[in-house]
């Protein structure tokens, strides 16, 4: 596969409603193996070579960030873009 068809960049939707009605970003705090799923994604893009993450959360939906947090180590930019 040629560089130019490398994916760098993701979108992570946690705002409205998923498929089954369930409120997307309630889940995305839910515990996985101590770690929150939101940032369980972002550590799993990251690993995955993705340099860059937009997060679409529900305006004002701060908790969401909260949930990434601040990692020094994380070389990974994410852009937030409420709705």
């Known amino acids: 596969m040629s560089m130019n068809n490398y994916i760098d960049h993701a979108i992570i939707i ?3 409603s998923g498929l089954s009605g369930e409120c ?3 889940l995305a705090s839910v ?3 101590g770690v929150p799923q939101l940032k369980r994604l972002v550590i799993t ?8 993450l937009t ?3 529900d305006d004002n939906d701060n908790k969401l960030k909260e949930v990434i947090g601040h990692d020094k180590d994380s070389k990974i930019v994410i852009d937030w873009h409420a709705v």
């Not at 893009?45 to 860059?52: N, Q, S, V």
């Open 55 to 57: 997060i679409i959360i």
């Open 14 to 16: 946690a705002a409205s």
């Open 31 to 33: 515990r996985i193996g």
């Open 45 to 52: 893009a990251e690993r995955a070579g993705l340099k860059r």
């Open 24 to 26: 997307l970003n309630t």
